[in-house]
């Protein structure tokens, strides 16, 4: 049963974090070298700002709706069944972007430590801690987030052992020199800070005295500089060239720690990724489910988790390679990108629209 208690504002900027870091930063120093070459690590601030600016789109709309969840802002002013579609289609986005993401870990988890093994049995097991999650509330997912956080941050420290070969001059002193910038891979970089639109659904699980949109930019902030120290040392580790050149730096990097009673460290190093995967899969799962019982309000809800995390077992075995689960993930990107600023504009007009019709006539 969903618990009552509200996410206090540390647990809300931990759930934040928690879902924007993930896979992506394995292949984000890679992605910034070949999109904007010298120096691109710098422009993690700017990836960084627009997410903030989109944030505070969403706190306009916890503002205006006065906590309200978008459910209640939507259906005052637009009869369900013309809504009913859009919660499909959002469930439907936010199941798949889950299933991917889970998809990608493994694939890259079982090339690098199990190669002979079914990359649908860790599926399975993922998927089955993601139901457990599921099922517990959101309240109860957050305060495992925080749990999990911990056994997770703690791995920014090891960028400490490559102090000592990090240069300053392979950084050279000219700006986004040797990059190919597009619009589509922009959208690759952005995804990496995607997550925090998941607060829109957050609003019902708050009170006006959480500080919600101020734990957000928090949770964003925390992300933005762990994403621009790893940049920072990852450009200051590898030539431009040898950056653009493999799949995943941050791997490389770990595979240069050695200790003297533990072999192929990056094998377990990799595995605390999960914690922070997990968090990405579940929160978007969350989110379909949510709309999932705004569409089917007379199913139970576990009954529901089980069908949405079953469907995403089913899906994950379409795509077969790293490449083929890279292209949805493209694709889904650009998409919830979309969402992530057109679904809060759409409310804000929406709210507009709701208080001029709450004005009362010229006395």
Not at 55 to 74: C, D, E, M, P, W
Not at 215 to 234: D, K, Q, R
Not at 331 to 353: D, H, K, Y
Request: proline letters at 4%; one cysteine or more; hydrophobic letters at 55%.
């Amino acid at each position: 049963m969903e618990t009552k208690e509200k996410l206090a504002p540390f647990h809300a900027t931990i759930l934040v974090f928690m879902i924007q870091s993930g896979v992506m930063a394995l292949i984000l120093p890679q992605l910034l070298a070949e999109s904007f070459g010298t120096n691109g690590w710098i422009t993690v601030l700017g990836f960084g700002l627009m997410a903030s600016v989109n944030i505070l789109l969403i706190g306009a709309v916890y503002k205006l709706g006065k906590g309200r969840s978008i459910f209640q802002i939507l259906e005052q002013s637009i009869p369900k069944f013309l809504l009913l579609p859009v919660y499909l289609a959002l469930a439907l986005v936010w199941t798949l972007l889950g299933c991917m993401a889970g998809k990608e870990y493994i694939l890259i988890f079982q090339m690098y430590a199990f190669p002979t093994t079914s990359p649908m049995e860790f599926k399975l097991i993922l998927d089955l801690l993601v139901f457990w999650l599921l099922t517990k509330g959101l309240y109860n997912m957050a305060k495992a987030s925080t749990v999990f956080f911990w056994l997770f941050i703690w791995m920014i420290l090891l960028l400490f052992f490559f102090y000592g070969d990090f240069k300053w001059a392979r950084l050279t002193p000219f700006m986004f020199k040797g990059g190919k910038f597009t619009f589509l891979e922009g959208l690759d970089i952005y995804s990496s800070f995607l997550g925090y639109e998941l607060v829109l659904l957050m609003f019902a699980y708050t009170n006006q005295k959480t500080k919600l949109i101020k734990s957000t930019l928090l949770g964003n902030a925390m992300t933005t500089f762990s994403y621009l120290y790893l940049s920072l040392i990852t450009f200051g580790l590898f030539s431009l060239e040898q950056l653009k050149n493999k799949a995943f730096p941050l791997l490389e990097l770990l595979a240069y720690i050695r200790f003297p009673f533990l072999e192929r460290m990056e094998n377990l190093l990799y595995g605390f990724f999960l914690f922070t995967v997990l968090f990405s899969i579940l929160l978007y799962e969350w989110c379909a489910l949510e709309m999932l019982k705004q569409v089917f309000p007379k199913m139970k809800t576990n009954f529901l988790a089980f069908i949405l995390i079953a469907s995403c077992f089913a899906i994950a075995y379409i795509p077969k390679t790293l490449n083929e689960v890279g292209d949805w993930l493209s694709t889904l990107s650009m998409i919830e990108c979309g969402i992530a600023f057109g679904f809060p504009l759409l409310l804000l007009v929406v709210l507009m629209f709701q208080k001029i019709g709450s004005r009362p006539a010229h006395e």
